[in-house]
């Protein structure tokens, strides 16, 4: 019994073995095993899932042959009150909360988990929207994704009112209110967001005559003049500081290694980087294609000898054996690719706070903004720097010519001689 393998303590294998889970456990360890998840992960699960199996035993301590998103709702709602009063960490609930996700999954893939969760009353207005975005305005996934965080804020602001029968009600007061109370803790771009998942949202309502009246003028404008800030950018003493500060001697070192040297090689977006296969790396021609986001270009790039080299040294040494065409994976199983850019700015966070490197800001763009400084300074044209940097319009990179101090100085106008100061 694989089971034996990973749980030693006969109390708690028994435990295991008796549950209303006893018919799934020894095949749910294969399950994690064949993933490639590791001997004390496998240990984790299965102790956050004895929990699972402890509650499901005081209403049925037979084995079950189903299992219910009902079982699910109630066991975390137990376990959420103690958490809520501090009796139990945020952290051990996520761990428990990740646990018996994986098992569901598991149970899905053998056909033995019936959702019965309620759908939500804003859920077919918000997947009308969505779709409505996706079919006439053309949005990029991406774009989409945060439209539907914003959007989904609103509506469980809404309550009861989140239908589209329920909007005709709407006031132009409630959108005011709702959206200076949500850009209260925004910063500038959030709230930019936020205006524009608004806008589209009321104006797709308008359409569908959900609405009698726009209410797209009701979303305040909270101005944000365009260059009125400097990029962050991470100086180049610090990237260099930050690349040889990484332990290249682990798989994980060897990986955020060669991550960190793209993003300040290239200039590259975390999300570029995250999305990079492999086939999109001409080792025969020396070039690396990073394809585009935002709406932007694909650019494909020499790749540099040393860039090559430290990309080689994870790639045979440090990537995990797997059929995922994604050249970075994470390092733990289930072996999968770093599938969003928060992925890479975390990392980059990490080791900038192991470095001791103190910056306002500690995501992947401050590489970017390091990379258009330094083309810059180095007498580029513009033309040329938002080439390399994928920009559609010359005017998104403008903004990097306030970094180039150098250049502002001789700009600069002469104090006015002889006039007496104020």
Not at 12 to 19: D, F, I, N, Q, V
Not at 317 to 330: G, I
Request: hydrophobic content about 40%; some cysteine.
């Amino acid at each position: 019994m694989l089971l034996n393998k990973f749980v030693t303590c006969p109390e708690s294998r028994s435990k295991l073995c008796k549950g209303p889970l006893a018919c799934f456990i020894n095949y749910f360890c294969f399950y994690l095993q064949d993933l490639g998840f590791s001997h004390s992960c496998i240990y984790k699960h299965l102790l956050n899932l004895s929990r699972f199996n402890d509650y499901l035993a005081e209403d049925s301590p037979l084995p079950l042959a189903m299992i219910n998103s009902l079982n699910v709702e109630r066991f975390f709602k137990l376990y959420f009150l103690p958490c809520k009063n501090g009796n139990i960490s945020a952290v051990h609930l996520r761990n428990i909360h990740y646990s018996i996700n994986r098992f569901i999954v598991y149970l899905k893939q053998q056909g033995c988990f019936i959702k019965q969760k309620q759908i939500p009353i804003y859920q077919p207005l918000q997947d009308s929207y969505l779709l409505w975005l996706k079919n006439y305005q053309h949005l990029a996934p991406g774009t989409i994704d945060v439209r539907r965080h914003s959007i989904r804020l609103f509506l469980l602001w809404l309550g009861l009112q989140a239908t589209c029968k329920g909007l005709e009600q709407l006031s132009a007061q409630q959108v005011e209110t709702f959206f200076l109370t949500q850009a209260k803790s925004m910063g500038p771009s959030a709230r930019r967001s936020l205006q524009a998942a608004l806008r589209t949202f009321f104006r797709f309502c308008l359409q569908k005559g959900f609405i009698k009246r726009s209410l797209d003028k009701a979303v305040p404008t909270i101005r944000v003049y365009k260059l009125a800030t400097v990029p962050r950018a991470i100086s180049e003493a610090d990237a260099k500081r930050l690349l040889e500060s990484i332990d290249r001697s682990t798989p994980v070192g060897k990986r955020d290694y060669a991550i960190i040297t793209l993003l300040y090689t290239f200039g590259v977006r975390g999300g570029q980087v995250a999305a990079l296969r492999l086939t999109d790396i001409d080792w025969a021609k020396a070039q690396v294609l990073f394809r585009a986001m935002k709406q932007g270009k694909d650019t494909l790039l020499p790749l540099p000898e040393d860039v090559g080299h430290c990309l080689l040294d994870y790639l045979k040494d440090a990537r995990p054996n797997s059929q995922c065409p994604a050249v970075f994976l994470t390092s733990r199983g289930p072996h999968r690719a770093l599938c969003h850019s928060s992925m890479v700015s975390e990392l980059v966070r990490r080791h900038l706070v192991k470095a001791g490197i103190d910056l306002p800001t500690k995501g992947a763009h401050l590489f970017r903004h390091c990379f258009a400084g330094r083309m810059i300074q180095q007498g580029n044209s513009l033309k040329s720097v938002a080439d390399l940097l994928g920009h559609r319009a010359l005017s998104t990179t403008f903004i990097y010519t306030k970094i180039d101090f150098n250049a502002l100085k001789q700009v600069a106008l002469p104090w006015p001689q002889g006039e007496s100061s104020c």
